[in-house]
C-alpha cells in the first residue's frame, strides 16, 4: 500500500477494516475518503493447543471455553469496552 500511497496513484485501497478506517481518521491523503460498508472477505480467527500425552482435555476445553464466551456475549462485551465496534464482529461458531 506504501507504494500506492507514495506515488499518489490508486482509486480504491482494500485492507483490514481498522486499518481502513485509522487511515481515514487520521491520515491527510485520505481526507473525504470513505470506507464502504460491508466485506468481500473475512478473517477466521483460531485457538490451537499443541499435541500432548496427558493433555486430551485441552481441546474439548478450549471449543467450549470459545463457545460460551460467544454464546454468553464476552466478546461482543470485550469489542464495545475496547471501542472497536464496527471493526470486529463475533461470529457464530460452526
Known amino acids: 500500500a506504501d507504494l500506492f500511497?507514495?506515488?499518489?496513484?490508486f482509486d480504491a485501497?482494500?485492507?483490514l477494516r481498522p486499518w481502513l478506517l485509522g487511515?481515514?481518521?487520521t491520515d491527510p491523503r485520505f481526507a473525504g475518503a470513505r470506507v464502504l460498508d460491508g466485506r468481500f472477505t473475512t478473517v477466521n480467527q483460531a485457538v490451537g493447543?499443541?499435541?500432548?500425552?496427558?493433555h486430551e482435555e485441552a481441546v474439548?476445553?478450549?471449543?467450549?471455553?470459545?463457545?460460551d464466551?460467544?454464546?454468553?456475549?464476552?466478546?461482543a462485551e470485550l469489542i464495545r469496552e475496547h471501542g472497536?465496534?464496527?471493526k470486529l464482529?463475533?461470529?457464530g461458531l460452526g
Open 60 to 67: 474439548p476445553f478450549l471449543e467450549s471455553f470459545v463457545a
Open 89 to 91: 464482529r463475533a461470529a
Open 13 to 15: 485501497l482494500a485492507g
Open 23 to 25: 487511515l481515514v481518521e
Open 69 to 75: 464466551a460467544v454464546a454468553s456475549g464476552r466478546v
Open 49 to 54: 493447543t499443541p499435541r500432548r500425552d496427558g
Open 5 to 9: 500511497l507514495a506515488a499518489g496513484r
Open 84 to 86: 472497536v465496534e464496527g
